[in-house]
């Protein structure tokens, strides 16, 4: 379960994208904060995560969520080093207090420094950190089908924390998750589905010409907080 807490209380994430990046990601997202906010308020959300590639509009996020009493969840991508294959290892971690969301500032920062972090580094700044696995790209996906390799790199994830999870949906799905948690993941990298070929072009500014978006066939829009309503029992399960 991920939870947020602060001043030591103790806050239950509600159904919500655990997937989102905003402009302040430079990787082609539209999304803005304040307008993210306001649509939060008018799709009825009383939760939001925020999980760009750096944590620069963290405080701006945490600030308005809080003035429009929406509970703010702070998460970071993050890039480890390969296990097997020679691909990074994409991964989300989410703070679950105050400590952890200071450990997430000092991971961003080294990452900023070293691109690629070593799993010796992440290992002193998880304490309140969640960490979810992700399936898209990267080491994971090109394993999604082998569970050998997949119960190589998921032996080596928990030798960093016991707080480790597995992101899956219809379009990503390991055949082998140990004892990993699966969480569905609904990604969300713009407002609208009119929007995707905007986010399109201004993505190839940002990404490398030998860069593959696998994302590319997966619906990436903000939706209204009834589309959670549409999973499926195990699903929504998975999100809680």
Do not use: W
């Not at 399109?200 to 593959?212: A, I, N």
């Amino acid at each position: 379960m991920i939870q947020y807490t602060h001043k030591e209380k103790v806050i239950m994430m509600e159904l919500t994208s655990l997937f989102l990046e905003t402009a302040y990601s430079f990787n082609g997202s539209n999304i803005t904060i304040d307008k993210l906010i306001d649509k939060a308020k008018e799709y009825g959300y009383s939760s939001l995560v925020l999980t760009d590639t750096k944590m620069h509009a963290v405080y701006k996020f945490y600030q308005l969520a809080q003035e429009n009493k929406i509970n703010p969840i702070i998460g970071v991508q993050l890039y480890l080093e390969p296990i097997l294959n020679g691909n990074m290892i994409h991964v989300i971690a989410y703070a679950q207090n105050d400590t952890g969301y200071h450990n997430l500032l000092k991971l961003s920062s080294l990452q900023s420094f070293n691109q690629v972090l070593p799993f010796a580094l992440v290992k002193k700044y998880l304490e309140s950190v969640s960490l979810l696995v992700l399936c898209h790209d990267g080491e994971v996906y090109k394993s999604l089908d082998s569970e050998h390799s997949l119960k190589t790199i998921f032996s080596e994830l928990k030798s960093l924390t016991s707080d480790l999870y597995i992101a899956e949906n219809e379009y990503f799905m390991p055949v082998f998750k140990g004892n990993l948690k699966p969480i569905y993941l609904d990604y969300v990298r713009y407002f609208d589905v009119k929007d995707k070929p905007v986010y399109k072009s201004l993505k190839s500014v940002f990404q490398r010409p030998e860069e593959t978006d696998f994302l590319d066939k997966v619906p990436s829009s903000f939706k209204p907080i009834n589309y959670f309503d549409k999973l499926t029992k195990s699903q929504k399960e998975n999100l809680s």
